[in-house]
């Protein structure tokens, strides 16, 4: 059983079009990452957030974490070819653990 | 980008023979981690070092050895090689303490045990 589940597992959308993809758990995080996945390449970090309910923008990416701080969203709006990747989230505990999810496989069409 | 090269980059292999994957880095940071990628599963910690000779087990750390004798090079050892080690190895490292760190992904090794 995943600690961290993140869905949709799969999205294919057309250019354009916004989404949004989730991160739950059931556990409370200290700290929780996003990072993107190219094909053949390594994870890079996106954004980190820390306090409950806090909000980030990345240009067209916004990032929220829950105020209980167990659960995170990513919203992209109108999504473009090279947004295609593996979002994959990252849960810190309070142990000083950490836990990676499965990830959300996006597809943008042009 | 952060300077992880990782070697190397695909293997095929038997089952039971002994396989060594190597990092480098050449940002002169302290922690270095491997972890394994597979469907389904995301990122797992095998294990991690936070210095030269200081390393520790992670998440999955059954059937894999770690050495770390300079800075920049952190070895992965699988002692006999099985075919549920068949995955793609990642290394990070990062410049602080915590895993809650920033951590920096090498380009990956995709291992096939035959």
């Known amino acids: 059983t995943q600690l961290l589940e993140q869905s949709p597992q799969f999205l294919s959308i057309q250019e354009g079009e916004n989404l949004t993809v989730y991160c739950n758990s059931s556990?409370?995080?200290?700290?929780l990452q996003w990072y993107r996945q190219e094909p053949g390449e390594g994870p890079v970090l996106l954004v980190t957030?820390?306090?409950?309910?806090e909000v980030k923008k990345l240009k067209r990416l916004t990032f929220q974490f829950g105020d209980a701080r167990k659960d995170s969203s990513l919203h992209i709006t109108a999504a473009q070819p090279g947004d295609t990747g593996l979002y994959l989230c990252?849960?810190?505990?309070?142990?000083?653990?950490?836990?990676f999810g499965a990830g959300t496989r996006l597809t943008v069409k042009p | 980008d952060a300077g992880i090269t990782q070697s190397p980059r695909h293997k095929v292999t038997e089952t039971g023979t002994p396989v060594t994957l190597r990092c480098h880095q050449t940002?002169?940071?302290?922690?270095m981690y491997w972890y394994r990628q597979d469907p389904g599963h995301g990122l797992r910690l095998i294990h991690y070092?936070?210095?030269?000779?200081?390393?520790d087990k992670g998440e999955v750390s059954d059937g894999y050895s770690v050495s770390r004798s300079k800075t920049e090079d952190f070895l992965l050892t699988l002692e006999s090689a099985t075919s549920s080690q068949t995955s793609v190895y990642f290394c990070?490292?990062?410049?602080?303490?915590?895993?809650?760190?920033?951590?920096?992904f090498g380009p990956g090794t995709r291992l096939l045990v035959l």
């Open positions: 990252a849960g810190a505990y309070n142990n000083n653990d950490m836990r």
């Open positions: 957030v820390v306090t409950g309910g």
């Open positions: 940002e002169n940071h302290r922690y």
């Open positions: 070092s936070y210095g030269v000779k200081d390393t």
């Open positions: 556990s409370v995080f200290s700290s």
């Open positions: 990070a490292i990062s410049f602080a303490g915590g895993r809650q760190e920033t951590q920096y």
